[in-house]
């Protein structure tokens, strides 16, 4: 039998938004967006399992269903990949009265910073992402997690799988990423990352000093991984396009980009999400 769990939250909640963008992002046998209800595999320390969430109507929580150990660790970690502890009236005195970004507030309020599950695995998504569409992304998620990930059989047909250890795909050969349709190049970058992540946190350097990580990578993973509300990847081609500020060269519209989030700050990564949302074609890595 599962555990659960409520977790509460400060309406209005955007949990439509939250499953908009985590669903084409679902890693498949890892996460699926299923209706309204989100469904994942985890680990949690030694162990693993698989959670369900789901919202309630007209009350201000979801409810957490865990099966596996550790629920306790699982609820406070859905609350950070869910962004729960946000104070929507603290974003809409930031954000509402911006001529750019305060009308996309007003159409979708209640907007919340997607985290990550598991930095590990966010890290992979965002470079296997760089410079692709997240359509391609997603397939080359899905391949290593084919390849290289592990058998799971949880409650769900659609869950079947878990995301690869960073120590255990640190000692993948280059090769064998590649094979899995990538360059040698991303490959190399995937194998640095598996590498950087098998350390201890105190033992790591920074993550923009690893080959093929760059500032749009590192703010990304910073964004997710670490909930950094600020974070803004000012290099990102959506944020500009949203904005209105292509045909700038990269090194140019990126400093412009940069220049017009400083009036969003400290809350600028709820600015990216809504212009994310914005765009027609819903492109963004």
């Not at 400060?10 to 679902?26: H, I, S």
């Not at 993948?172 to 094979?179: G, Q, R, S, Y």
């Not at 990352?193 to 993973?221: D, K, M, V």
Request: aromatic share 10%.
């Amino acid at each position: 039998m599962p555990s659960v769990e409520t977790l509460p939250f400060l309406p209005p909640f955007d949990w439509k938004g939250l499953l908009r963008f985590f669903g084409p992002r679902a890693i498949p046998g890892v996460e699926a967006i299923e209706g309204d209800v989100l469904r994942r595999s985890f680990r949690s320390g030694a162990g693993w399992g698989c959670l369900e969430i789901r919202p309630v109507a007209g009350e201000p929580y979801l409810e957490l269903e865990v099966w596996g150990d550790g629920i306790g660790a699982i609820r406070d970690l859905a609350a950070r990949v869910l962004d729960l502890d946000a104070r929507p009236a603290e974003v809409k005195a930031r954000l509402g009265g911006d001529p750019t970004v305060g009308p996309l507030l007003e159409r979708w309020p209640g907007v919340r910073l997607p985290g990550a599950w598991d930095g590990f695995e966010m890290g992979v998504r965002a470079i296997l992402g760089q410079q692709v569409s997240v359509k391609a992304a997603h397939t080359l998620a899905g391949r290593i997690v084919a390849q290289f990930g592990h058998p799971y059989s949880s409650p769900f047909p659609s869950v079947t799988m878990l995301f690869p250890l960073a120590e255990e795909l640190a000692q993948v050969a280059i090769e064998d990423l590649a094979a899995v349709g990538i360059t040698r190049k991303r490959a190399e970058t995937l194998h640095h990352f598996a590498e950087w992540s098998s350390l201890q946190a105190e033992n790591r350097g920074p993550l923009i000093e690893l080959p093929g990580i760059g500032p749009w990578t590192e703010s990304y993973f910073r964004m997710r991984g670490s909930s950094d509300r600020n974070a803004f990847p000012a290099g990102d081609l959506g944020i500009q396009k949203a904005l209105g500020i292509e045909g700038l060269g990269p090194i140019k519209a990126a400093r412009e980009a940069e220049k017009l989030s400083a009036q969003w700050a400290p809350l600028r990564a709820y600015a990216v999400f809504l212009l994310w949302r914005s765009l027609s074609q819903g492109e963004e890595s």
